[in-house]
C-alpha cells in the first residue's frame, strides 16, 4: 500500500510540473520533411553539374540515399596516388596578410586582430581552436603545437583558418578575406580556374539545408576544402566557406 501511494504522489508531481511548465520551457520538434520529388531533381542537377564541370573520368563515384530521399549523397574520389596540390598559404584578412605556419598569433595581435586565448600556455601536441577578431567582423582560427614543450600562444604561428563568405544575414559579420583572388561571391568555375580540379576528391549533398558542394586538395602537410552552395534553379555555384590549415 505504502508502494502504491508513493507512485501515486510520483504521478501527481509529474502533472503538476507540466501544468505549471512555461509555454517557452517547451522544445518544439521540426517535423518538417523535404520534398522528395524535388530534392532528387536537385541533386540530379547538382551532379550534372559537377560531371560536366570537373574530369571525373579517373575518380570513383560513390551514392547514398537516406531517409527515402531526404538526403542524398555524391562523393567522387580520385584514384591512385596524385601529385601534391600548390596549394598557398598566404591570405589576406582585411586588408592584412597572415601567412599560415608563419605568422605568429603575436604579430596577428600586432596589425590590429584580438582574441580571447584563457589557456596563456598552449600544451605541446595541441591544437587549440579560437575566435580573431577586428573591430566587429570575426574569423575562426587554430593554432597548432608541435614543438615538444609547452608554448606561450603568443609564440606559436596561425596554422589553420576557416573562410566564411560573408553574402547573407548569418554570417554578415564574418572577417572579409582574399585567397588567390578567392573571395566571398567568387563562383565555382573562377575557382576551378585559380586552384585547378581537385586531387583529392569531390562530394556533394542535397537536403533539409539546400545543396552544398565541396572540393578537396591536399598537399604534404597542408589541406584545402572550399565548400560552396549549389543553387539548381540558376545552376550555379558560389563560395560559402574554405577550410584552410597545415601540419607542422
Known amino acids: ?133 577586428k573591430g566587429t567582423k570575426w574569423i575562426n582560427a587554430d593554432i597548432d603545437n608541435h614543438t615538444g614543450s609547452d608554448q606561450k600562444a603568443d609564440d606559436l604561428a596561425i596554422t589553420g583558418l576557416n573562410l566564411i563568405a560573408g553574402d547573407n544575414e548569418l554570417t554578415a559579420e564574418a572577417m572579409p578575406f582574399d585567397y588567390y583572388g578567392i573571395k566571398s561571391g567568387t563562383s565555382f568555375e573562377d575557382i576551378l580556374k585559380i586552384l585547378g580540379d581537385p586531387n583529392s576528391g569531390v562530394s556533394l549533398s542535397t537536403g533539409s539545408t539546400g545543396c552544398s558542394i565541396e572540393l578537396n586538395y591536399f598537399a604534404d602537410n597542408t589541406s584545402l576544402s572550399v565548400f560552396l552552395r549549389y543553387d539548381p534553379a540558376a545552376d550555379v555555384a558560389t563560395l560559402g566557406s574554405i577550410n584552410l590549415s597545415i601540419s607542422e
Open 1 to 133: 500500500m505504502k508502494r502504491l501511494c508513493v507512485l501515486l504522489l510520483a504521478v501527481v508531481l509529474m502533472i503538476g510540473m507540466c501544468a505549471c511548465a512555461k509555454p517557452e520551457d517547451i522544445v518544439k520538434v521540426d517535423d518538417s520533411t523535404v520534398n522528395v520529388s524535388d530534392n532528387r531533381s536537385n541533386y540530379d542537377k547538382a551532379v550534372s553539374f559537377v560531371e560536366r564541370s570537373i574530369d571525373v573520368s579517373k575518380m570513383s563515384v560513390s551514392t547514398q540515399d537516406e531517409s527515402d530521399g531526404q538526403d542524398l549523397y555524391c562523393a567522387w574520389m580520385v584514384d591512385g596516388e596524385q601529385p601534391a596540390a600548390e596549394i598557398g598559404k598566404e591570405v589576406t584578412l582585411d586588408g592584412q596578410k597572415l601567412v599560415l605556419g608563419t605568422t605568429l598569433l603575436k604579430e596577428a595581435k600586432d596589425m590590429g586582430f584580438t582574441c580571447e586565448i584563457p589557456a596563456e600556455t598552449i600544451e605541446t601536441d595541441t591544437v587549440y581552436g579560437f575566435t580573431l577578431n
